[in-house]
């Protein structure tokens, strides 16, 4: 059984979308289940209703334009690995794609099947990774709250990085008798 990778691609001009099914569909791409929308609002509205695996996402949409599509995808679903795809070679631009957390920036006229194919999986696997340490650093924390003896971590300067509750609260402490 082959399991395929469930894909939103949200891009609003058909030959656009008719590359990327045709890249994707090459024999040395992964195996895909895409579904396409022109429009970022119905793009969210699905994202809402269903579960995804990824999003393609271009950036110039009727309904929204430049990072403000990233940070509107961002802001609803925040967990979801995102490659965009663009028609703009913009060094700047992918900088700050990434800064707020899509996983590649590729240019739609070079994407490869097998550039693309990589760039999904890594994106999958680079957001679950990302949750499974952030499960973890959120078990760390309770563990260490949950410890009645004082717990402080400091860095090479000596500053505070980590303390649990009882480090952060002020305590007395008896005296020994002599």
């Given at each position: 059984?082959?399991?395929?990778?469930?894909?939103?691609?949200?891009?609003?001009?058909?030959?656009?979308?008719?590359?990327?099914?045709?890249?994707?569909?090459?024999?040395?791409?992964?195996?895909?289940?895409?579904?396409?929308?022109?429009?970022?609002?119905?793009?969210?509205?699905?994202?809402?209703?269903?579960a995804y695996d990824a999003v393609l996402l271009d950036l110039h949409l009727p309904d929204s334009q430049g990072l403000e599509t990233l940070a509107r995808l961002r802001t609803r679903a925040p967990w979801l690995p995102c490659v965009i795809l663009t028609d703009l070679d913009d060094e700047a631009l992918a900088a700050a794609a990434a800064r707020m957390g899509a996983q590649d920036y590729l240019i739609k006229t070079q994407v490869t099947a097998v550039r693309?194919?990589?760039?999904?999986?890594?994106?999958?696997?680079?957001?679950?990774?990302?949750?499974?340490?952030?499960?973890?650093?959120?078990?760390?924390?309770?563990?260490?709250d949950r410890l009645r003896d004082l717990i402080n971590v400091k860095d090479t300067l000596s500053r505070l990085v980590v303390a649990n509750r009882s480090g952060r609260v002020s305590r007395v402490w008896p005296r020994r008798p002599n």
């Open positions: 059984m082959c399991n395929r990778i469930h894909l939103l691609l949200i891009e609003d001009n058909p030959s656009d979308c008719r590359l990327i099914r045709e890249v994707l569909s090459e024999p040395e791409a992964i195996a895909v289940r895409l579904e396409r929308t022109g429009e970022l609002a119905d793009g969210l509205e699905r994202l809402a209703q269903q693309l194919s990589q760039a999904i999986r890594h994106a999958i696997e680079q957001q679950r990774a990302a949750s499974g340490l952030a499960r973890e650093r959120n078990l760390s924390r309770t563990l260490i």
